[in-house]
């Protein structure tokens, strides 16, 4: 089965710096990565989505890049605020399979 | 609200015995899936429903666990002769398409 690995664990940026996590993956058949983000006691909430025929998408301060022939994407926070202070998971998957290989995730820190 | 929900938010139980968690989806959303999350661990697939049909399950899903989606629509998962390794946040998310959203969870803690 399919399995995503994120590094680095933890990341600690001031505010203000940019963060970028990077997620691999082994499954070529996977077409569909998110990326969530958790905070302490509450549910993951997915705050970004790349499909296999695109190799970046933005979203006002993240963005999120594909590169298939490595098997590897990334999730950038730019500008980054306290409040982007959290668990953040990646996941693959493709349509029709329907379910989800979560990563172990990221614990990214923002030191005001 | 609109979103995923789920029932209880908590439940502490002794081991051995069965408990059953209630999901109810984004109601225009005909897949419904339940992961389970540990400390430190990013969510596993444990089965998945299309409309009333359950589709796909994990080879985590052992025979002590169950799920129905008998209308499609709201979704039980159920544990039978629980164990101290089924403590867990239970999480259920819906979707029509790619984006599968969650709800809140289920915390179970068995003593």
């Known amino acids: 089965g399919e399995n995503v690995e994120q590094h680095p664990s933890t990341l600690s940026v001031q505010e203000g710096d940019s963060a970028v996590i990077k997620c691999t993956y082994s499954d070529s058949a996977s077409n569909y990565f998110p990326w969530y983000k958790q905070e302490l006691g509450k549910r993951p909430q997915l705050i970004i989505d790349i499909r296999s025929n695109v190799g970046e998408k933005k979203d006002q301060r993240i963005a999120v890049t594909l590169n298939k022939t490595a098997k590897h994407f990334s999730l950038h926070i730019t500008e980054t605020q306290p409040e982007d202070s959290a668990v953040y998971f990646c996941?693959?998957?493709?349509?029709?399979?329907?379910?989800?290989?979560f990563g172990k995730g990221n614990q990214v820190v923002v030191i005001p | 609200d609109t979103g995923v929900s789920q029932d209880p938010r908590h439940k502490i139980t002794k081991r051995g015995q069965n408990v059953t968690f209630r999901c109810d989806p984004i109601s225009e959303h005909n897949r419904l899936y339940w992961y389970r999350q540990t400390l430190g661990q990013g969510p596993e697939f444990l089965t998945y429903?299309?409309?009333?049909?359950?589709?796909?399950k994990s080879r985590l899903l052992s025979d002590r666990f169950s799920a129905e989606r008998p209308k499609g629509s709201f979704s039980t998962l159920e544990i039978q002769r629980t164990e101290q390794g089924d403590s867990a946040m239970y999480l259920c998310a819906s979707s029509s398409d790619y984006e599968q959203y969650f709800g809140p969870g289920t915390r179970l803690t068995v003593t």
């Open positions: 429903f299309q409309n009333e049909a359950q589709l796909e």
């Open positions: 996941a693959a998957g493709y349509y029709g399979n329907n379910r989800l290989a």
